[in-house]
């Protein structure tokens, strides 16, 4: 019963408070490649600025370039460095001093803007070899600038890591701004904020499907929480048609997902079609199942379960139901988000001091790290695409806002700016 006053006592606290496609023509290696100096946990990217073609592009240009800095500078990867290199159209690039820049790669376009129209070409090189690593056109009017150079910025990435990027990639949560608590969504970045919902009412706990096509949301509108899923292209909305609570949903891969109900007494996580319909019950305990998260193959589920007396996470294998304990690290320990590189869990404490603060820990139980401490209430973390990022809600400035920070902890910064609170992120798989 302590366990569930907590639970209902933190949830009602929490209470309380698409762009036209880019045309690419491609021209690159089928390969990828991980370049970083030796010690250094970023690539040296050395970043000229555009070449211009045609007076009329000068604007163009110098607003691309900010995209792109700004774009890469975010996603923390790079450390960007003044470039000093020049270009033989015959024989390629010519690096001065390269070991003056102490790049690992150099990265040089031009861009053209005819009525309109908007052509970006990128040449990417590695300082080592002084060899094209890609080659690459993007095209689209001016008003897709972002678009334009983020498509950049992702290739460029995915070209050097392997993995996919954060850029295009959308945010959703709750924010109080009109007296009401709605879900919003934003860029990557905290640009483009659009209201998704208007209840007039309370929103909470918002998840897109992994193809961007649902969002499921807890609402309240009926004056108990109902999980709705409301189909994003023709905006029909699904519940899960169930007496009780249904809270909590998460995506297990773009047609189920899982979520909270308590119509049988004990409040357990179920597996739900995209339509609202049961189409497994997952948990089976005595005490409160909850917060569920899923590995990324989807045959795993991590959740907060009081089942040993005080809520911790546990993970269970999906085929075999049976279930282990992972975090041991203190007696209240919260909101689990499954990293989307499979390796770790990042979840929520309420330490001794009452102040809450974010660690991840390995889905084996090993590796505790600590990401936030001593900044005010730091609770529910959602992890980038790419798993080098989190987005989580601190209240270290007074009022709670969305922050992101690397996957270690580092470059702790706030993600917008607007009227109210924000809280609750989830950062979308999908990308544009």
Not at 172 to 186: L, M, P, R
Not at 274 to 282: E, K, N
């Amino acid at each position: 019963m302590q366990f569930i006053r907590h639970i209902i006592s933190a949830f009602f606290v929490l209470c309380c408070f698409f762009v036209t496609p880019l045309h690419l023509v491609a021209a690159q290696e089928d390969e990828y490649i991980i370049i970083s100096k030796k010690g250094s946990d970023s690539i040296a990217l050395a970043l000229n600025k555009l070449d211009v073609k045609g007076e009329e592009t000068v604007t163009v240009a110098h607003s691309l370039d900010v995209i792109i800095r700004d774009a890469l500078d975010f996603s923390g990867l790079f450390t960007i460095l003044s470039p000093q290199a020049t270009v033989d159209e015959k024989n390629g690039i010519n690096f001065s001093a390269p070991g003056s820049i102490q790049a690992d790669v150099s990265a040089r376009g031009a861009v053209a803007s005819t009525a309109g129209n908007v052509t970006l070409d990128m040449k990417v090189y590695s300082v080592g070899t002084t060899k094209i690593l890609f080659s690459k056109t993007y095209a689209g009017k001016e008003k897709e600038l972002r678009t334009i150079g983020h498509a950049f910025c992702a290739d460029l990435v995915e070209h050097l890591t392997g993995r996919r990027s954060v850029f295009g990639s959308k945010i959703v949560f709750v924010s109080n701004s009109t007296g009401f608590k709605e879900i919003y969504q934003c860029d990557f970045d905290g640009q483009n904020v659009e209201q998704l919902t208007n209840s007039r009412s309370i929103s909470l706990t918002p998840a897109l499907s992994p193809d961007g096509k649902y969002l499921a949301y807890t609402d309240y509108s009926t004056g108990r929480p109902v999980l709705h899923i409301r189909n994003q292209l023709d905006g029909k909305t699904a519940t899960a048609g169930k007496s009780g609570i249904s809270i909590d949903p998460a995506w297990r891969n773009s047609r189920e997902l899982a979520t909270t109900l308590s119509f049988e007494g004990d409040q357990e996580i179920y597996l739900l079609k995209s339509d609202g319909s049961i189409y497994r019950r997952l948990t089976r305990s005595r005490g409160i199942d909850l917060s569920p998260t899923f590995s990324p193959d989807g045959n795993k589920m991590a959740f907060v379960s009081e089942r040993n007396g005080q809520p911790q996470i546990f993970i269970q294998e999906l085929l075999s139901d049976e279930a282990r304990r992972v975090t041991y690290n203190g007696d209240y320990n919260t909101q689990p988000s499954w990293s989307p590189l499979g390796d770790k869990i990042a979840y929520t404490t309420c330490e001794n001091s009452g102040e809450f603060n974010i660690f991840t820990v390995g889905a084996d139980g090993s590796g505790l790290r600590q990401l936030t401490a001593h900044s005010g209430q730091n609770e529910s973390p959602s992890w980038s695409p790419d798993g080098e990022m989190v987005v989580f809600t601190s209240d270290r400035d007074g009022k709670r806002r969305l922050y992101t920070m690397s996957s270690t902890g580092r470059n702790q910064r706030v993600l917008l700016q607007m009227k109210g609170e924000q809280m609750q992120a989830f950062w979308s798989l999908f990308r544009k």
